[in-house]
């Protein structure tokens, strides 16, 4: 069942996130505030795991050989 419900997040907020991406390739963000989100903290200490919990979007992950 979460896999499914992390799916459906997924599939809906992905869409988003590339448009503020778009968005923000071409310059918009000069004249209309897009959203953005830092994270601070150690190698592997969940920064990832917190931002998909919240978005439900799975992020990329390094091989943490950085």
Not at 18 to 47: E, M, N
Not at 56 to 63: E, K, S
């Amino acid at each position: 069942m979460r896999g499914e419900v992390h799916s459906h997040l997924e599939e809906s907020i992905r869409p988003y996130i590339d448009l503020i991406d778009t968005l923000r390739s071409v310059g918009i963000h000069k004249d209309l505030a897009l959203p953005t989100i830092v994270v601070i903290g150690d190698q592997s200490s969940g920064k990832s795991s917190v931002l998909e919990a919240l978005s439900g979007v799975a992020l990329p992950r390094g091989n943490g050989e950085d």
